[in-house]
C-alpha cells in the first residue's frame, strides 16, 4: 500500500534538522553509563583478588577458573568504561563521527574473549571428565563461601547495569561478561555443596561445562552483530526495496539509485541515495523533494533513519556514464 507523500499533512511534525530532533540516542554514551560501568569494574576487581585467594588456599580448580574468568571481565570492562568516556567526546575534523563506532570494536573484541574461554572451558571439562581423577578441594566450605561472595558481587553489578544493558554494544558487551560470570559463581557454589554432601569432585568439570555452553551461543550472536555494522550491512529491520519505492513515490522524483544504507553505531543508521527529478524542478521544488523524503525515512520504516545524504540530479545529469551501483 502506497503512503501519500505532502507537505500538508507534515505541518505539525518537527523539522528533520531541528537539532533535538536529529540527535540519534545512541550516538554518545551518556555519563550514566560511564558511571555504571566504573562500579562494576570496582566491584568486579575487589572479588577477582578474593577469589585469587581463595583458590589458593582451597587449591579449587572451580574457583582458578572462575577468577581467570574474573580477570576477563576486568579486560572487557575496564576497555568498555574507556570506550563510554571516549564516546563522550564530540566530533572532530578528523574523526567526524566522533568515537561512536569504538563501542562495535570494544564489543567485537568482548566477543571473541568470551568465545575462547568459553571453548577452552568446554574442552578442559571434557578431558577432565574423561580424565582419571581430579584435584583435591581443600575445604569445600570455604569454596562455598567465595563462590557465595562472587555471586552477590556480580548480582550487583547486574541490578547496576540492568535497565541501560541494551542501550549500546558497548553495555551490552559488559553485560553480558557479568552474566556469564555470574554463572561461573553458580557453577563454584553449586560444586562446592555437591562436594560438602557427595565429595564428588568431579561436579566441577560438568558444571564449567554447563556454564561454557551458555556462554558460546551469546558470545557468537555478539560477535555476529557487531561484525555485521563493521561490513556496513544494511540496518536490521529496513529493507532497500521498499526504501527505494517510498522515495520514488514522493512526488517529482523519476529514479532513486546508488542507494546505500549502514549503522555508524547503536541507535544511528544513515542512509545515501543520488535521486532523479523531473526536468525544471526549481530549487524550491527540490527543497520540497528533500523534505519529504527524509520525513518518509523517518516515519514509514521500523528503523528510523535520521542521517540522510541525497544527490539531487537532472535528467540530463551523468549522460556520459551510466555505470551505478545498484544493488
Known amino acids: 500500500m502506497a503512503h501519500v507523500h505532502s507537505r500538508q499533512q507534515e505541518v505539525s511534525k518537527k523539522d528533520p534538522l531541528d537539532e533535538s530532533a536529529a540527535k540519534p540516542a545512541g550516538l554518545f554514551s551518556s555519563q550514566k553509563h560511564r558511571n555504571k560501568l566504573s562500579i562494576t569494574l570496582l566491584l568486579t576487581a575487589t572479588v577477582f583478588i578474593a577469589e585469587v585467594v581463595g583458590a589458593i588456599l582451597t587449591q579449587s580448580l572451580a574457583l582458578f577458573v572462575d577468577a581467570g574468568h574474573m580477570l576477563t571481565d576486568i579486560s572487557v570492562l575496564t576497555a568498555s568504561t574507556v570506550t563510554a568516556i571516549l564516546m563522550q567526546r564530540k566530533p572532530t575534523s578528523r574523526r567526524t563521527w566522533g568515537w561512536a563506532r569504538l563501542e562495535v570494536l570494544t564489543a567485537a573484541g568482548g566477543a571473541v574473549v568470551l568465545l575462547i574461554v568459553g571453548v577452552y572451558a568446554l574442552i578442559e571439562a571434557v578431558i577432565r571428565i574423561a580424565g582419571p581423577g581430579g584435584t583435591e578441594v581443600h575445604d569445600p566450605s570455604l569454596l562455598l563461601f567465595f563462590g557465595l561472595l562472587g555471586l552477590v558481587a556480580n548480582l550487583l553489578s547486574l541490578l547496576t547495569l540492568h535497565g541501560q544493558h541494551n542501550d549500546n554494544m558497548n553495555m551490552k558487551a559488559a553485560f553480558l561478561e557479568v552474566l556469564n560470570d555470574a554463572m561461573g559463581s553458580v557453577a563454584v557454589v553449586i560444586s562446592a555443596v555437591v562436594m560438602l554432601c557427595t565429595g564428588w569432585g568431579a561436579f566441577d568439570a560438568i558444571a564449567g561445562g554447563l556454564i561454557a555452553l551458555l556462554m558460546i551461543p551469546r558470545a557468537i550472536s555478539l560477535l555476529v552483530s557487531s561484525v555485521k555494522v563493521l561490513l556496513e550491512e544494511v540496518p536490521s529491520g529496513l529493507d532497500l526495496q521498499q526504501v527505494r519505492r517510498h ?16 549503522t555508524v553505531a547503536t541507535g544511528l543508521p544513515e542512509l545515501s541515495a543520488h535521486v532523479r527529478v523531473r526536468g525544471g ?11 519529504l523524503m527524509q520525513v518518509c525515512l523517518r516515519e514509514h520504516f521500523p528503523v528510523t533513519v535520521e542521517h540522510t545524504t541525497f544527490q539531487i540530479e537532472t535528467q540530463n545529469y551523468g549522460k556520459t556514464s551510466q555505470e551505478h551501483l545498484e544493488m
Do not use: K, N, S, Y
Request: glycine share 4%; aromatic share 0%; net charge negative.
Open 247 to 262: 522515495l520514488q513515490e514522493v512526488p517529482g522524483v523519476e529514479e532513486v539509485h546508488d542507494l546505500h544504507a549502514t
Open 281 to 291: 524542478t526549481t530549487m524550491e521544488q527540490a527543497e520540497e523533494i528533500l523534505h
